[in-house]
C-alpha cells in the first residue's frame, strides 16, 4: 500500500510518511510531497490536532508567507490584491483571458488538513508537472489563495472573493467582528493590509477566461462510485442565520421552575425543530456555534444566542425549511416568555457550475482512457461558487474516503492527491497550453 498523508479512522491524522521512492513520480507528485509536508504542522493544535488558520491572525501569517515563498521560489509573480487574496502569475496578467486554478489556506475551528490546503498546494504542484512535461503556456496562469473562505472567525463565509465579485460591500465588511469585539478593519490593519483598499475588483476579474478550484470531496460520492477524481455540478444554496433568545438571568438553586424565563429551553426545542424540518424536505439544517450569556454552572442565562445553517438542492425548499425553524422558534420563546430576534447573517443562492467549462474537463480527463468522470453535487461552499456569477468556474474533487469534513479526522489518501495533482495538470495545460 502507498504510504497515506494521514491515517483514516483513528480520528486524527499523523504526520505524513515518506513516499516510497519508486512510487515519487517527477514534477508533481513529488513536489506535492514536500509542499504538503512543509504546510502541515501550521497552526495545528497540539491537543485536538485539528487546525485554526483563522483569517488575519498569525496562523494565517504563517500560511500566506509560504504561498509566497512557493510564487517567488518559482519564479512567479506575486501580488496580493486589494482584498487581501494572494495571486502568483505565470505570464502577463494584462494578456487577460488567464486561467486561473487554487483555493484557500485557512480553516474551520479544528478543522482538516485538506478543505482548502490541498487546492493550493495541488495548484502549485500541477504547475511543477506541466514545467516538468515541458508543457508551452498560450494564456497566462495564475494560483490564487483567497482569504477567509471559511468565515470562522468573522462569520461570513467568502470574504475574500465575496468582495472581490461585489458581492459585500466595504461598509458591510468593515462591520464584520470578531468573538472578541476585533473589526475586520483592525485585523487586517494588524496584519498589515490596508482596510480602506478594500471592494470590487473588476478589471482583475475581467481578465480571467477560466477558474478551477481543485477541492477534497466533503462526501462519500467518489468513494462509493470508485473514483480518484470528479468534477463540479452544483452547489446548494445555504446560508447562515443568528437566534437570539433572550430571558432573565436569576439564580440556579433559588428560582422555581414555573419562575423562570430561560432561554435555553426555547433554543433546545429549536434545535430539535431543525432536524425535524430539515428531515422533512431532505434538507440539512445544524446549529454548530452557541454562545451564552452570563454562561454560568449556577445561573440562568439571560442570552442564548445560536448560529443556524441550513443548506438544501433548491431555494424553495431551503425557504421552508428556515421558515419551518423560525415559526417553531418564535412558537416555544412565545411559550417561554422569551424574546426572540432572527438575523440573516449571509445567503448564497444556488450556484450551477458553468455547464462548457465542466464539460470541458471532463473530456480533457476522459481523453486518454475513454473512461466518463463522475458529475457530483456539493453542499458545500466554495470561492468558486462566489465566482461563478461573473467568470466561468468549475471544480475537481478528490475522494474522500470517510467523506468527513470540517474536523481533523479529514483524510484523502496520498495515491488519490496525486492523482488530483495529475488531473488537474492535464486541465490546465488543456486550457492554457498549446
Ligand atoms: C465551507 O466550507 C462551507 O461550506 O461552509
Ligand atoms: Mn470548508
Ligand atoms: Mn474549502
Known amino acids: 500500500m502507498e504510504a497515506e498523508l494521514s491515517s483514516p479512522g483513528a480520528g486524527v491524522p499523523t504526520l505524513p510518511q515518506p513516499v516510497r521512492g519508486d512510487r515519487v513520480r517527477p514534477g508533481g507528485g513529488s513536489s506535492f510531497h514536500s509542499m504538503w509536508r512543509e504546510l502541515l504542522p501550521v497552526g495545528r493544535h497540539p491537543d485536538s490536532r485539528g487546525y485554526r488558520r483563522f483569517a488575519w491572525t498569525g496562523a494565517d501569517a504563517e500560511c500566506r508567507d509560504w504561498f509566497r515563498e512557493q510564487a517567488e521560489g518559482r519564479g512567479l509573480g506575486y501580488e496580493v490584491d486589494r482584498n487581501g487574496n494572494q495571486w502568483a502569475w505565470l505570464g502577463d496578467p494584462a494578456a487577460g483571458n488567464a486561467v486561473v486554478t487554487g483555493s484557500h489556506l485557512d480553516s474551520v475551528p479544528d478543522g482538516g ?28 496562469l495564475a494560483i490564487v489563495n483567497f482569504g477567509d473562505e471559511e468565515g470562522a472567525r468573522f462569520g461570513l463565509a467568502c470574504v475574500g472573493s465575496r468582495l472581490t465579485a461585489g458581492h459585500l460591500t466595504v461598509e458591510q465588511a468593515h462591520r464584520l467582528t470578531d468573538g472578541d469585539g476585533i473589526t475586520l478593519p483592525q485585523a487586517m490593519a494588524a496584519a498589515g493590509h490596508d482596510p480602506d483598499a478594500i471592494g470590487p475588483d473588476p478589471e482583475r476579474l475581467a481578465r480571467i477566461g477560466a477558474f478551477v478550484e481543485l477541492h477534497v470531496e466533503q462526501g462519500r460520492a467518489l468513494d462509493l462510485s470508485g473514483d480518484q477524481v470528479g468534477v463540479a455540478s452544483a452547489i446548494w444554496p445555504h446560508g447562515r442565520w443568528r437566534f437570539d433568545f433572550r430571558g432573565e438571568a436569576n439564580h440556579a438553586g433559588t428560582t422555581r421552575l414555573v419562575d423562570r424565563r430561560d432561554p435555553m429551553l426555547s433554543y433546545a426545542e429549536t434545535v430539535l425543530a431543525a432536524r425535524r424540518e430539515a428531515e422533512l424536505a431532505g434538507a440539512v439544517a445544524t446549529f454548530g456555534k452557541i454562545a451564552v450569556e452570563p454562561n454560568g454552572v449556577n445561573a440562568i442565562p439571560s442570552l442564548v444566542r445560536g448560529w443556524l445553517d441550513s443548506r438544501a438542492a433548491d431555494q424553495a425548499t431551503l425557504d421552508t425549511v428556515v421558515g419551518g425553524i423560525e415559526k417553531a422558534a418564535r412558537e416555544y420563546a412565545e411559550a417561554h416568555g422569551i424574546d426572540l430576534a432572527v438575523v440573516r447573517e449571509s445567503f448564497t443562492p444556488v450556484v450551477e457550475f458553468d455547464h462548457a467549462l465542466r464539460d470541458e474537463l471532463g473530456r480533457i480527463l476522459g481523453r486518454d482512457t475513454g473512461l466518463t468522470v463522475p458529475v457530483l453535487g456539493t453542499g458545500a461552499g466554495h470561492d468558486a461558487g462566489i465566482l461563478s456569477g461573473s467568470i466561468p468556474t468549475a471544480m475537481l474533487f478528490v475522494r474522500n474516503p470517510t467523506g468527513v469534513s470540517h474536523s481533523p479526522a479529514e483524510f484523502a489518501a496520498e495515491d488519490d492527491c496525486v492523482a488530483g495533482v495529475e488531473a488537474l495538470a492535464d486541465v490546465l495545460e488543456g486550457l492554457a497550453c498549446a
Open 113 to 140: 488538513a485538506f478543505d482548502g490546503p490541498l487546492g493550493v498546494v495541488s495548484s502549485f504542484a500541477a504547475l511543477d508537472e506541466l514545467r516538468a512535461r515541458g508543457a508551452g503556456f498560450t494564456r497566462p
